[in-house]
């Protein structure tokens, strides 16, 4: 079984998680890699999400091994045996806790901000992470549940080694794996997209499971809506961000079978809002056509869904006059631009992140809107094919080069220099488009 990211692994735990639901039952996921697998799991169950902050304790001239764990709550686990054999003293074992404390508290607040931890006292706890392997760190994240009042812990990960009940059934009362192959070398192996989790990601899965549902208001005055968006015959899920007296509304279109959870996306979302425009981020494929990979390099039906989306958008209460722009990222760049060349699209302005604009091919020439190609100088084959597109353009264009940044643009900085690009494009062009 291949997983096509952790929100698709997510789902498909969480399926097999029903069972949990009226349990008063807490999500936990590990950090990093586990938490957008949790957020999943949290919303198949309505469970409230958390972190599990699991801080290992390693021998001060060997940290590779282990002689303990700390958690939050003061809570900690000593491996008296290794601590004897190893000949740690005191002392030492105090210098390594205090360094750790210190970490794991400050990853709280990066995580949390000012939230509090959920209790787990006297509830039923479900720790997620996104696979086992040695299983040292679920063990560790399973002692402290049971340490800070955990009645009942449910280890839960998209997969695991056969013999993994066999040596963690100890440490949990309940043990669910989506698959157990014979052949297990590392978890990366079953995910089509095993990209590493930033801790951005890790506090946006929290924040949006913490009180950012329907109707809720962030601080700058926008209304965030969980919403399920109709395009043509099938409804996909979405999320709706719309800031008091927005000019329009930007609407993303995903890449590489990404989805509305893409952190890249959601990071230049909330600049976007912050700016005073609305965001709309959907899924472009159900969860059985995402099945298909087929389906998500098929720019034509790409395409469709999204002027599907931009009609659903336009009939909407208090949005029927908003200009629409598109933000397109990897291969929904290219369903961007297939979208604006229609001839009733209307959209004031594209912005394609790292995009293959390419792959629209015949359609470029017919684009109105203005459009943005911003490019990693670090990613030459992309660019060399964001040149040839944008020779094919007939609209104001620009192509944009971020200095040093890769194709997903994970170098320190370069998704702020998105943002901050991407942001003055549709300022600078959205204007409530004439019906």
């Not at 709550?73 to 054999?85: S, Y």
């Not at 094919?392 to 264009?397: D, G, H, Q, T, V």
Request: charged share 25%; proline share 5%; aromatic share 6%.
């Amino acid at each position: 079984m291949i997983f096509m990211n952790r929100q698709e692994a997510g789902r498909r735990l969480g399926a097999r998680l029903e069972h949990l639901r009226d349990r008063d039952a807490v999500v936990l996921g590990l950090p990093r890699g586990g938490v957008p697998v949790a957020f999943e799991v949290a919303q198949a169950i309505e469970a409230p999400l958390d972190v599990c902050l699991v801080r290992k304790l390693g021998v001060p001239f060997q940290p590779e091994l282990g002689m303990g764990a700390i958690g939050e709550d003061g809570v900690r686990v000593i491996n008296d045996a290794v601590v004897r054999e190893a000949r740690v003293t005191p002392e030492d074992l105090a210098r390594v806790e205090e360094h750790e404390r210190g970490v794991l508290e400050q990853r709280a607040r990066r995580y949390r901000g000012e939230r509090e931890p959920v209790t787990l006292q006297d509830r039923t706890v479900v720790v997620v992470d996104d696979g086992v392997a040695t299983g040292s760190t679920a063990r560790a994240a399973c002692r402290i549940a049971r340490a800070r009042g955990a009645a009942w812990i449910v280890l839960a990960v998209p997969v695991a080694p056969l013999d993994w009940t066999e040596r963690l059934g100890g440490e949990a009362d309940e043990l669910v794996s989506v698959a157990t192959p014979r052949d297990f070398f590392a978890i990366g192996q079953f995910y089509a997209d095993f990209a590493q989790t930033d801790d951005d990601e890790v506090a946006d899965c929290l924040r949006r499971a913490t009180g950012r549902s329907a109707g809720d208001t962030s601080e700058a005055g926008s209304a965030e809506t969980e919403l399920e968006v109709t395009a043509g015959a099938v409804r996909l899920r979405g999320q709706l961000t719309a800031p008091e007296d927005a000019p329009g509304v930007v609407v993303f279109a995903h890449g590489s079978g990404s989805s509305r959870h893409s952190p890249r996306n959601q990071f230049v979302a909330g600049g976007l809002n912050r700016a005073g425009l609305g965001t709309l981020l959907f899924d472009l494929l159900t969860e059985d056509e995402e099945q298909d990979r087929a389906n998500v390099f098929d720019t034509g039906l790409l395409a469709g869904r999204l002027a599907d989306a931009t009609r659903w958008l336009r009939a909407q209460p208090g949005f029927e006059t908003l200009a629409v722009g598109y933000f397109g990222a990897s291969t929904g760049a290219a369903a961007a631009l297939w979208a604006a060349a229609e001839p009733e699209a209307r959209i004031a302005a594209v912005v394609s992140r790292g995009g293959r604009p390419d792959l629209a091919g015949p359609r470029l020439p017919a684009v109105s809107a203005p459009t943005l190609l911003i490019v990693g100088g670090a990613d030459p084959t992309v660019l060399d094919l964001n040149r040839q597109a944008q020779a094919r353009l007939r609209c104001e264009n620009h192509l944009a080069i971020v200095p040093g940044a890769t194709h997903l643009f994970e170098e320190p900085g370069t998704l702020e220099v998105v943002t901050d690009l991407a942001r003055d494009w549709f300022t600078d062009h959205m204007a409530p488009a004439h019906v």
